[in-house]
């Protein structure tokens, strides 16, 4: 059962709905401990006082900002209190705007909101109103005493709670140096339609992508536990020649594409049915 990890309510207008929030996303990262080669003894880290070359212990520790080089300010831990957002414990909607309107940059991490059972109605008619507007709700939310704007958005049966960056957390493209328009010869943008056609899927089926690298690791890792050694085959990327023409390189992807389709359609059928068998297993 998936653990609650806040509890309040969505508040917008006079309506309050009761809910949990849950993580819909899970790290699926493999996680590895520092040893010594030596005699494979856990690696720790000591705190050292870059001055006095000391061992200093938690509680002579104290937290600074560095306005200047070398110049700090102490904040105690009543600093940061006095500065503490309130904890509403609520999902406070501001505003509503149509989804196409929110640069997908400024979206974070996504949590699930599962209305209690008083809520149920009014959860499931707040989620068909977006759908029916095509609108998301824009929202000031206080999780865990840091304040966030997120986005309270339909998706199938659910409304998900989408943690959003602040305008300041954005690097501006301005920044960096980009192609502005040009005028695109249209024998080479006819190609590259018809290379964007045959790659093109009518309906985008995740299944069908597997973590090759984590996969292939944790294979290696059960074999080396249960004393046996996986054959290593060095994987050399396919080399790519120096691009001379722009519409023979489109006019040579076209044709890698087509065999790709195929060789993916039968992969992600093949991959389908296996998962298939093991959850009936």
């Not at 292939?216 to 120096?242: N, Y």
């Amino acid at each position: 059962m998936p653990h609650a990890i806040w509890t309040g309510s969505i508040n917008f207008g006079l309506v309050t709905i009761p809910v949990k929030l849950f993580t819909a996303v899970r790290a699926n990262d493999l996680s590895f401990n520092l040893l010594h080669a030596k005699d494979e003894g856990r690696v720790k880290y000591e705190r050292t006082c870059e001055h006095c070359h000391k061992n200093v212990p938690w509680d002579e520790i104290v937290k600074g900002y560095e306005y200047e080089k070398g110049q700090y300010v102490i904040l105690k831990d009543e600093d940061f209190k006095k500065v503490n957002v309130e904890a509403t414990q609520s999902v406070d909607i501001v505003e509503f705007v149509d989804i196409d309107q929110i640069n997908p940059m400024y979206f974070d991490k996504p949590y699930y909101l599962e209305p209690d059972k008083k809520g149920r109605h009014a959860y499931a008619l707040l989620r068909e109103a977006l759908n029916t507007a095509n609108k998301v709700a824009i929202a000031r939310v206080v999780i865990r005493t840091k304040e966030h704007i997120a986005a309270v958005k339909p998706n199938g049966d659910a409304l998900i709670l989408e943690i959003m960056h602040w305008t300041d957390e954005i690097v501006e493209p301005e920044t960096l140096d980009f192609p502005k328009e040009e005028k695109m010869p249209p024998a080479e943008m006819k190609m590259a339609k018809m290379l964007i056609d045959t790659m093109a899927v009518e309906k985008f089926e995740p299944e069908g992508f597997e973590n090759k690298y984590h996969d292939e690791l944790m294979a290696m890792i059960e074999a080396r536990a249960a004393g046996k050694e996986l054959p290593q085959a060095v994987k050399k990327a396919p080399a790519r020649g120096k691009v001379v023409n722009l519409m023979d390189v489109l006019q040579q992807s076209l044709e890698q594409s087509k065999k790709h389709r195929e060789t993916r359609a039968a992969s992600t059928k093949k991959t389908t049915t296996t998962r298939r068998k093991k959850k009936a297993a």
